[in-house]
């Protein structure tokens, strides 16, 4: 394999809510790039991790339901979420901001097709807004890793 092979890509991810103002997590995760064996068992745990992965449609992209590094991430919000108080308010919610980065050529990527279903389901299971810091591209299709 050669380094033009591997598109990877990161994934930074913020939480932060309201109900505990000094109180704030951030993590990052990265494109499941690998030798396939490799890769493979990283989808299965990912899909472990984040069940909602499971339910998530190929949407004709070339890349695996779990390879973004939002798979990789968002597993972890639910996790995250517990670590903030419970308020009797929605205006307490926790709030997530993620922005990925292609690490080869440095430019930005909104969610993709599968990470946007993604956000849709946990949009349904957490009380958060989830928040991508990307700029709105145009003209050309988002390109994920392989
Ligand atoms: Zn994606």
């Not at 990527?109 to 991508?132: N, V, W």
């Amino acid at each position: 394999m050669t380094q033009a092979t591997y598109h990877t890509k990161i994934n930074l991810l913020v939480c932060l809510s309201s109900a505990s103002p000094n109180k704030s997590f951030a993590l990052v995760g990265f494109s499941a790039s690998a030798h396939p064996g490799i890769k493979e068992y990283v989808l299965e745990q990912r899909k472990q991790h984040l069940r909602l992965l499971e339910g998530l449609d190929v949407h004709d992209l070339r890349w695996a339901v779990g390879n973004c590094a939002e798979a990789e991430t968002f597993a972890h919000m639910e996790s995250i979420r517990r670590q903030f108080p419970r308020t009797l308010t929605d205006l307490d919610n926790m709030v997530a901001i993620t922005l990925t980065l292609d690490l080869k050529d440095q430019t930005t990527h909104g969610p993709c097709e599968q990470c946007s279903q993604l956000i849709y389901k946990l949009r349904l299971q957490l009380p958060c807004a989830i928040f991508s810091l990307a700029p709105l591209k145009t003209g050309h299709m988002e390109e994920y890793s392989l």
